[in-house]
Every structure is written in structure tokens, then in C-alpha cells.
């Protein structure tokens, strides 16, 4: 019914930019809660951040002020950019959709981080 797909991935030097863009399709829905999460290799999927059908947004603190997730309502896509990228951000990061009524989660498939010199 709903397909996210990530992409925007790669391989960036500490200090260096990415932005990962999660293209929603399908049964889509007004209200609803839209996050990006990561998972490094052996440790737990950790919520990234997270922006409301109402536009309103939360982050991790290990990102606070170095990545801002923002939406296109009319291409129907969730952005994550993310600056100032560190060695510890390295993770497959995935894009989520809460639909808020029904309480239906969607999880794209993932696209790779890797942040080294």
C-alpha cells in the first residue's frame, strides 16, 4: 500500500554533507509522523529525527544543530540534511511513516552512510 524509498547515500569525509531524500508512494495519509532512523553495525536502530504531518520536528541531541529533516508536501518526499557529518553517524539510515489514525508504520529499505577519512 505505501512504498518509501531512501536514497542519497554514500561515502563522505568527516566534516562533509549528504542528503538523503525518503520518496513516499501508494496509500498515502494526511496526518501522520515521518522519521529518519539509523543503525550502525551491532547496535540498536536509533531514532535520527522526525517531522509531523503539521511540520513540526524533533531530533536526537547527538545531531542537534547539524541535520534538519524537512518535507515536500507536493513531491510527496521527506528530506534529512545532514552536515557536519562524524565518523559516528556511519549507519544505514531508514525512512519510517507513521500513519497517525490507523497506527500503520512503514519502513523504507535503507540507504548507507559511511563518514571516514
Known amino acids: 500500500q505505501v512504498q518509501l524509498v531512501e536514497s542519497g547515500g554514500g561515502l563522505v569525509q568527516p566534516g562533509g554533507s549528504l542528503r538523503l531524500s525518503c520518496a513516499a508512494s501508494?496509500?498515502?495519509?494526511?496526518?501522520?509522523?515521518m522519521g529518519w532512523y539509523r543503525q550502525a553495525p551491532g547496535k540498536q536502530r536509533e531514532l535520527v529525527a522526525t517531522?509531523?504531518?503539521?511540520?513540526?520536528?524533533i531530533y536526537t541531541d547527538s545531531v542537534k544543530g547539524r541535520f534538519t529533516i524537512s518535507k515536500d508536501n507536493a513531491k510527496n518526499t521527506v528530506n534529512l540534511q545532514m552536515n557536519s557529518l562524524k565518523p559516528e553517524d556511519t549507519a544505514v539510515y531508514y525512512c519510517?511513516?507513521?500513519?497517525?489514525?490507523?497506527?500503520?508504520?512503514?519502513w523504507g529499505q535503507g540507504t548507507q552512510v559511511t563518514v571516514s577519512s
Open positions: 519510517k511513516l507513521r500513519a497517525t489514525i490507523s497506527r500503520r508504520d512503514y
Open positions: 501508494g496509500r498515502l495519509f494526511s496526518i501522520y509522523v
Open positions: 517531522i509531523t504531518s503539521g511540520g513540526n520536528t
